[in-house]
């Protein structure tokens, strides 16, 4: 190290002006990290303010200001007369830099975690990727387009606008009354289900109420039954809390009880979407919804009901909710704003029951601090002055003509190659390809002509049939259309290569 | 029951006509309720609609309605010429209504929750519950009078006005990218640490995130050192990931990590406020720092920084954060915007060591779907124009005249009584009261004068000095001059009850 008459040699620290840091700032930043990566010693001595102001190109008050918050950290030291140095407290049995080498999940991190989230993270399923701009196909997206923004912003403004104690303080851990209050008020009217706002608890989105739960019900290795294909994110939240999954087979009924009962008696947990099975799309028969209660009832398991897209029906009456007939308390009703609403609301709620509504009422005031009170508050509001319920029905009205856009489209281009399913509910439906095609194949292709397709089996957790989920709700008709005649094109395409092939 | 000729009485169901609910659904609801009761029974025939109609004094048209409804939900039938009944489909093995006595966490629900929260449920401390208005003494509240409402309103309405795609999509589950970036450049102006936007993970304020990282680094049984006395909200987070707590005392250089050695030298996280130790506003000194990232270092543990007021400070240099001077990547940095910002606004942010970084993003990618989009994005464009920086400048000095209107107030009316610790960071001190008295009574005494007071006992989980937290932050000068009066001539009082007592 080269030393010179005004201490220690210091290589120049980079100074960026533009930085919003300032330049006594960045100079400590660069001088700890000299001094803790070695390079200036124990006991060295500094330069003297002003020739390292003159080095550095700064004002002297910018390095004594550097050394003064250096020297209040402990990292240098001045002696009178003998200038600055680095400090001697520093000569301890300090950690020296990591090796490099200590890197993700299988190196020498592994036994400094959880065993539980090591395995977890073995098992997780790749979660769908959202599109950035809204495109035809793409699943659980709700129209963006129609959602009222003007209304909402004049709400937020509204909010924003009351005293600042109401808007300020700590929301209550389960969330704000007035919105617990306005759920109930939407359920009663909408799903039938009759409930106290005091089992209500507000959470930052489905996914994070699914966390929650699993953490609260479930113990490592615990069964617990998923239909299959099913929902993603949901799966890999149980899977946090140690569930040992058992796919159970969905049937144009709804979850296969009986399977489900013959694969895994003793389990704790059942995760079903009644409403609207995710992503098939059948509605659970009423049969067997008392056969999935009935055998909760006896084995003592509870039933995670998501009812993610339950307010959505086009024709006639909407599915009912399994909560609404679940006379033995065994329903934990999950809801969400992210479909009705818009997604970067992260709004979703639990009705638990009763006596579970006690324990998740301790576990929320002891280690939750609640969801953005305004968020709520804007949310409850929209509720209150109905504009929820006009909401909902406009949307009922949107995406029918959607669903009847591509059902019809489909019958002009899609004949004899991809059989497009009906659907009075929902977001999506399932579409089935001639026998000749593989789904996987279809996707691979459509993808490089900017067609987005989801396969069947990426909901899928054990073998399902094949096919194609097509999301029907993220844009207009005339984009709907314009898509599914591309993608007939696309597949009259790869007829003709087949043949082709085998000529 | 009565049977008569229109099929079986049902009893008149109430109705509420200023209900958002239609009638129809009302009177499924009620009708529901009459069959999975048992009061009507499986095969028994309903009144025509009619004659409900007439009965409930509704059209016949909302009854017609309610019987579709109910026969889409399996739970009615109709045969042509015979009219109505409880479906027979409903005399299957259904559940019937729970016992009333399953509640609590005691009863017969405690062998179907997960053994780790039932545990954890009962080792939870009482978390302080915030006062809906701010008043003198409160620990842990910023100036909520003194928040720029109008600023914050703007950017709230100019976020509502942009592309709609751009503000309704699902953020990305570890944080929008402008947040992180913004944070960085803060941490690094402000808090000494450089990190890249890759290692940030935001979070619904810093308890969620102090959820998730017990979850991902601890099992069940593993020691965590805890300052004693210490945060609460922490505490139980750790208590839910199964920790075994080791409370280490903290002396006037911070946590006492050779006391800590001592106790549990296999530790496995270290839980610390190093800026200003959490209540009793000690900075824990340059040795002790070093001390502790070496004792972390050889037994491979972890450090959780919980930085939560280390912005404020109000003379000389801010206290350095330990994670910028952590060179073995064993701190795991915790920031809040509850308190500079404001509590309501839900926003934390974890600064992880970029190995644990490539798992945390592992798990947020595959179990968590983001904080709202709009809190992100308005408090990134806070910290980019530059709001952030002066509104903690000008924080620091509403906070250091606050600190020095109760230190000056303390010193006219509490004299001999109450001695009031000058601080020159935070948001609050300690009051260590005259010999004679005893600090629960003058807590309980003065909560009824209206002086809401926390002694340290009730930050503790092994025992501690006696003593009082005092917050300055929460209201204007007049307020905590007149309070600090108030308490002056309480405690005048106590002692003159004392001495007549004994005399």
Redesign the interface.
Known sequence: MVKYAGGAFIPTIELDRK????LS?QL??GL??LI??GHLAVGQRLPSSRTLAHDQGVSRITVVTAY??LT????IASRVGAGTYV?V??D???????PKS????S?A?A???????VD??EQ??P?LS?P???CAFVTG??A??Q?P?AL??RL??QY??QP??L?????PAEGLYSLRRAIT??L???R?I?CSPEDVFIF??A??AF?RIG?????PGDKVWIENPGAI?AR??LI??GADLVPVPVDDEGIDVAEGLRLSPDF?LAFVTPARQHPLGVTM???R???L??A??RC???VIEDDYDGEFHYS??P??TLK??D????VIYVGTF?KVM??????GYVVA????A??FR??A???????????QAIMASFIEQ?HF?THIRRMRRIYAERQKTLSDAAGRHLKGLLEVAPTTTGFQTVGRLAPDFNDLEVVARAAKHGIVLSPISRFAIAPVERGLILGFSAVPPAAIETAVEKLGRLLRTMVVEKQQALA
């Open positions: 930085s919003p840091g300032s700032a400590v930043s700890r990290r803790l990566s003064e918050q209040s950290e402990g990292l400090s407290a520093l301890i049995d300090r950690p020296l830099p990591a200590f890197s993700g999940l190196g991190a036994p400094r975690l959880a065993r539980l989230s977890a993270s997780y399923f979660r959202h950035e701009a809204p997206m709700s963006n387009d959602f923004m909402w912003a937020s403004a924003w606008r600042r104690n808007v300020l303080g700590y929301p008020m939407h009663q009217a909408n039938g009759s930052n989105g996914q994070h966390n953490q609260t019900l479930l113990n994110g890999n939240s946090s809390s704790r028969s009423p049969g919804r008392f056969e209660l009935g909760a009832d003592g398991a509870w006639g009456h599915a009912a609404s007939v006379t033995s308390d065994r992210s818009f997604a970067a609301l992260r709004l029951p009763p006596a579970l006690q324990i301790r576990v005031g002891a280690t939750m601090q609640g969801s953005p009170a305004s968020m109905g319920t």
